[in-house]
């Protein structure tokens, strides 16, 4: 092999350096098609906690639970009902979308007196919720008027709207 053998495109020598080349770049690029970002693939939504006694005050840290969500562009949904060392009731709210579907009574009649019969914090929040569309459906806000006990242990809340 001449010296100027080397440098001929021919070259066996060079043509295997190429081929070497080629397969790097090749190898090369496939590593970078396979990447792709990362994705998410689980998010916490905001949360808030209050602790309450009675029903009244569960109302409140619901309306300041959707105080708090605005921040966020989001509405209250409760999320865990608890009961902390001391005795006291606590509710966590989640943040979520306003598009979120969030399970609920029928809503009332557009005649209706704004009253429902309940057991439990979580069905006192879905009677509330549905005031509220209630209320803002017509233009006005909903304002608990009454909590009632009921003897077989059911409680009643009356809702009334109120102009905004």
Do not use: W
Not at 46 to 53: A, E, G, K, N, S
Not at 85 to 92: E, W
Not at 134 to 147: D, E, I, R
């Amino acid at each position: 092999m001449t010296a100027n053998s080397l440098h001929s495109p021919t070259n066996p020598l060079k043509l295997g350096l190429r081929a070497a080349s080629a397969l790097a770049g090749l190898a090369l690029a496939s590593c970078t098609a396979a990447y792709s970002p990362p994705q998410e693939v689980q998010a916490s939504n905001p949360t808030v906690t209050y602790t309450y006694q009675g029903d009244q005050a569960l109302l409140q840290a619901n309306q300041s639970a959707a105080t708090f969500c605005t921040r966020y562009q989001r509405i209250p949904s409760a999320a865990s009902f608890t009961t902390d060392s001391s005795g006291n009731k606590v509710v966590t709210f989640q943040c979520v979308p306003a598009t979120t579907t969030v399970a609920a009574a029928a809503p009332p009649e557009a005649n209706s007196n704004l009253t429902y019969t309940y057991q439990t914090d979580q069905q006192l929040l879905d009677d509330s919720r549905n005031a509220r569309m209630y209320c803002s459906s017509v233009g006005a806000q909903s304002v608990t008027s009454n909590v009632v006990d009921n003897p077989d242990g059911s409680r009643t809340v009356t809702f009334a709207c109120a102009p905004q």
